[in-house]
C-alpha cells in the first residue's frame, strides 16, 4: 500500500472518478480548449451578452447562461451529478444556437463544444483517459497537429 500518497484510497484509483471531479475536469476541458487558430472555442460562452448590449438576446434566450455562472456552481457543489452539469452545457449551446445565425462563428463553436463536451463526457464516464488539448507534462500548451486533427 502506498503510505506516502496522501491522495484518494487506492482502490479508487484511475477507474472511475466521483461526479464533482468529473464535471470538474469536462469544465477545465471545454474551458481550455483552443480551436486551429489559437483562439478559445469557449470565447464567446464565458459571460453572456450584457442586457445592456444586447436586448434581444433577452427577448429570444428565456435561461441565460455563461460559463462563469457554470464555474460558480461547480465551485459551490451545485451539481449533484453530470446530468445537471450537461443540462447547463446544453443549455448554454442551445442559447447561443437560438440567438446566433447558423453561419456565425458562435453558432458553429456551440455546436463544436457540445461535440467536445460529448466525447470527453462519455470517455470521463466510462473511465477512459482521452488527450486532451492541455498537456499536463510538459507545461506548455500544446499545438501539435495532433490535437487539431479530429476537429476538422
Partial sequence: VE??????PPSRKKKKL???EICQQLYDIIR???KEDGTLLCDSFIRAPKRRQEPQYYEVVSQPIDLLRVQQKLKTDTYEDIEELTADIELLVNNAKAFYKHDSEEYKDAIELWKLYG???????SGEELKTPKSSRNGSSSRRSDVAEDVS
Avoid: V
Fill in 3 to 8: 503510505l506516502s500518497n496522501p491522495g484518494p
Fill in 18 to 20: 466521483e461526479p464533482s
Fill in 32 to 34: 481550455s480548449y483552443k
Fill in 119 to 125: 466525447k470527453h463526457r462519455n470517455a470521463l464516464e
